[in-house]
């Protein structure tokens, strides 16, 4: 069985599967921190990376790093997983010689690798670990701390964590088209960079060009219509149901959110700055009046603080006229003595939005409807 090479571990490991691979069909599976430990998340995407097997009693429990950026621990019987390759996707691209698991863990030596080679999965840490400082200015429930992978690339060997790789099935299904991309990937959900790896093998799936697009300077700033001819192809995150589909790109600061809803032109938003990521999405008929609208949390940072808002865009929306309302939920300065503002929210059978915030202490749970506009109903 595949181990994790010649790191010493100083916490108890469960040891990789033969398979690590991905699977599908885990979008609503319930998670847990452990094996048979009770549920502490649900899947949000259909798609996830199998790392790690343990037999408990009569189970065999699964640990899957789920493609929403999620990880967590299943005993439900999955079908075989589909083998998987890596290749790099940051430059200059290196290897650590050491696992989150070793105690020495920040002692350990980059390894350099060529950037355009390909590399095969033998091997997983079992503690989660961050890739950068940046993300710990956002909460945990942000975050991807993740098991780091153990690589091949020829003889060279080390580990790398998720935010560094791109993930390829075997063999990488040609595509004309995203949602061809989408289909054969079997995409459902809010998907992350490292499992789109197959379609960053064509470009012309990758890179979009907006047209008429709606800027903001963040994510809750006012919105001004303009004319954007900039190419976008760093494509970081995707959402993907029956009915329709969210595309984000980056450009360093900067993110494109493409929304897209069957044959109709896609709603360009821009956000100019701040890192923005989508931490949650929805996509239903908020008003009942036949036309989908999307609630998307984003997340976003700036100095040494973070902040949370919550997006209702209007199934109404088309490309040269977008009905976009703000919910501010979380934030933080990041500086002491501040406490800051800590939210959740939940979309309710009934079309309404239940939006908790605590600070000081104190909680309150706030309910909205939404109309052609959010409503304080109480």
């Known amino acids: 069985m595949a181990g994790c090479g010649s790191s010493q571990s100083s916490a108890p490991r469960t040891e990789p599967p033969f398979d690590i691979g991905l699977v599908s069909g885990v979008l609503g599976l319930e998670l847990s921190d452990g094996p048979a430990g009770p549920t502490t998340r649900t899947a949000a995407s259909d798609l996830a990376l199998v790392t790690h097997l343990q037999q408990t009693g009569s189970l065999t429990w699964r640990r899957l790093v789920v493609a929403d950026g999620s990880s967590g621990w299943t005993s439900r019987a999955l079908d075989g997983a589909r083998a998987v390759r890596v290749r790099a996707s940051v430059r200059p691209f290196f290897l650590l010689n050491k696992s989150p698991d070793d105690a020495d863990f920040g002692e350990a030596a980059e390894i350099p690798v060529d950037g355009d080679r390909e590399g095969q999965i033998v091997g997983a840490s079992s503690r989660g670990r961050i890739a950068g400082d940046q993300q710990l200015m956002l909460p945990e429930k942000y975050r991807h701390a993740l098991p780091w992978l153990e690589l091949t690339f020829g003889s060279t060997r080390g580990f790398a964590p998720f935010d560094w790789i791109a993930l390829l099935p075997t063999p990488v299904p040609p ?15 809010l998907v992350w960079k490292p499992f789109l790896g197959a379609l960053s093998t064509s470009p ?11 800027e903001l300077e963040d994510p809750s700033s006012p919105s001004r219509k303009t004319d954007a001819s900039q190419e976008w ?23 494109l959110f493409r929304f897209i809803q ?16 989508p931490a949650q999405t929805r996509h239903t008929d908020l008003n009942g009046d036949g036309a989908l609208e999307w609630i998307v949390e984003i997340a976003a940072r700036y100095g040494d603080g973070f902040y949370a ?3 209702v865009i209007d199934g109404r929306s088309v490309a040269d006229s977008l009905k976009l309302q703000q919910l501010s939920l979380s934030q933080s300065s990041g500086e002491p003595p501040s ?21 000081a202490g104190g909680k309150r749970t706030t309910v909205y409807r939404y109309t052609d506009r959010l409503i304080e109903v109480r």
């Open 204 to 214: 012309a799936v990758t890179h979009a060009t907006p047209g008429v697009a709606f």
């Open 339 to 359: 406490t800051g503002v800590d939210a959740s929210w939940e979309l309710r059978g009934d079309g309404t939005i239940h939006v908790t915030r605590e600070a």
């Open 262 to 277: 069957g044959a109709n032109p896609p709603v360009n938003v821009i956000l100019s700055s701040d890192f923005a990521l």
């Open 233 to 255: 192809s760093n494509l970081e995150f995707v959402f993907r149901d029956e009915r329709g589909l969210m595309a984000v790109w980056a450009d360093g600061s900067r993110r």
């Open 175 to 189: 595509v004309r088209t995203l949602e061809e991309g989408l289909d054969a990937l079997k995409v459902r959900g």
């Open 309 to 311: 808002v919550l997006w």
